[in-house]
């Protein structure tokens, strides 16, 4: 569904990317491996539209987006999270997840504003849709809670379920699990595998910490200075000798 | 001391209960004004919540607005189809600022965007007044400044005009704000500029509408002060006055800037008559500030602002 093709970006002279190319099938999860630097997020921003690489091609659903801005690419059914976590920290966390499902909703001005007959409706409808998520999620407590109180844990949890609630064919997480504790892992652990499962969506996520991501991802890409180095299954990755030597030392098996 | 202390807590209550339809005329006077406040830290807050931008040039866009609205109508245009040219001018006005200004910043810090609102600032008093010329005009929207008696308290017709048009507007607004899709996403906006892009809001629109809307408040407040008090320069300045409407109303909320307006107006007025005589008076200018620092001190986030905790 996604095929990323000789893609190369560079801030300056550091080269980030350097002819990366990766394909996403429909209903995979994909993990992208890499030391600090290696290019990941870099990887992760030129799919979501953020940077617009200066060689190479991004298709997704069969047609050319490499250059599309961020809003235009999140219409096309593409959600993501962020490594520093990017809530609306003034916002109740329900309000979070309503407007993480801005796109799904239409219609005219007026009878919104008056907040009737249709505009309700479909205001109910999208609630109830946020309250499945908030339920999955487990945040049910902290629904009213202003996002930028919340622990870290549990706000990188709320932006997923914003990025959830715009019922993303592909969703792209940026470090899920980075600063976690290990209970909290388990459970964002937990919860990707079911949306993979039970949504059938598609995902790919960046990870530094080789260890986490072996048992939810059904392949691993590894990047290494801006090169791809590895693309397969875990278990094969995990022994490749070239990724074995980008990780020396920092290898937590 | 006593007779200090006598002139501060007892004698203008006295004044106020034997007299009271003259405090009844204070009373409304303060809503008045108030509400006039509140017209322009509107515009305030509407570009903060959305783009959390300090827009100094609010008073200048009111200016610019009274400035077009009246050399319209000075050239012969008559007044409905002015006030729609107005509108056009200030959407235009929006839609340049937004290219010109607020996309080359995207995503800077708050400081910097706010530096280019004080160029607007200066841009738009000048540009005013090389179209317009800097005479004092008188604005004529043919409501007349005349007054009438009801139960023995006298109003003025273009104050309660005034006031009925700024109610009207605050609860399109807050409406607005609250109910809609596009309030939604204002505030997402406001919020996290990357994530809001994220989750499919297009920021060049959100920022053209916003910064449309405050136009259009600009002109309605243009059209009130400027029918008071003459289309001028010193327009521009009312600006300063809607700033401790804002830090007691909050930034952030469009109830509070009508509230905080009230409190101002009628603050000042009350101040002014009953205890404006202990230190022989001319307090209105600087009571808002006075009352505003003390609100400072106790609730930072005003009345009605929402208290963000940054973690660091």
Sequence with gaps: ?253 | MTELLYGIAVAPFKDMAGSPAFFAEVLIGGVFAGLMYSLVALGFVLIFKASGVFNFAQGAMVLFAALTLVGLIERGVPVALALVLTTAVMVALAWVIERVVLRPLVNQEHIILFMATIGLTFFLEGFGEMVWGANVKKLDIGIPDRSFIVAGIQINQLELSAAVTSAVLVAVLAVFFQRTRIGRALRAVADDHEAALSIGIPLKTIWMIVWSVAGIVAIVAGIMWGAKSGVQFSLSLIALKSLPVLILGGFTSVPGAIVGGLIIGVGEKMGEVYWGPLVGGAIENWFAYVLALAFLLVRPQGLFGEKIIERV
């Excluded at chain 1, 007026?110 to 339920?135: K, M, N, S, T």
């Excluded at chain 1, 960046?206 to 991802?217: C, N």
């Excluded at chain 1, 022994?239 to 290898?251: E, F, I, N, T």
């Design chain 1, 1 to 253: 569904m996604l095929d990323v093709n000789g893609l190369s970006h560079a801030y300056g002279r550091h080269k980030a990317l350097d002819q990366v190319s990766i394909r996403l099938r429909a209903g995979e999860a994909v993990a992208i491996l890499g030391a600090n630097g290696a290019g990941k997020t870099t990887l992760l921003n030129a799919i979501s539209g953020f940077y617009h690489p200066y060689e190479g091609r991004i298709v997704f659903d069969g047609k050319d987006r490499t250059h599309l801005k961020p809003p235009d690419v999140a219409a096309l059914g593409i959600a993501r999270t962020f490594q520093n976590v990017a809530l609306f920290k003034g916002m109740s966390v329900l309000d979070n997840l309503m407007t993480g499902r801005l796109l799904k909703m239409k219609g005219s001005f007026l009878l919104e504003a008056l907040y009737w007959g249709p505009a309700r409706r479909q205001e109910l409808e999208h609630r109830a849709f946020v309250e499945h998520i908030i339920d999955f999620l487990e945040i049910q407590a902290i629904r009213k809670t202003a996002a930028g109180r919340l622990p870290y844990g549990l706000q990188k949890r709320v932006e997923l379920g914003r990025a959830l609630a715009a019922e993303p064919e592909l969703l792209l997480l940026d470090e899920p699990m980075a600063g976690m504790n290990v209970e909290e892992k388990e459970d964002m652990c937990r919860f990707i595998l079911d949306v993979n499962g039970e949504f059938g969506t598609t995902i790919a996520l960046i990870e530094h910490d080789m260890g986490v991501v072996m048992d939810i991802s059904d392949r691993v890409a590894v990047l290494d200075y801006g090169r791809k180095i590895a693309d397969g299954a875990p278990e094969q990755v995990r022994k490749d000798p070239a990724v074995r030597d980008a990780y020396l030392g920092v290898s937590h098996d």
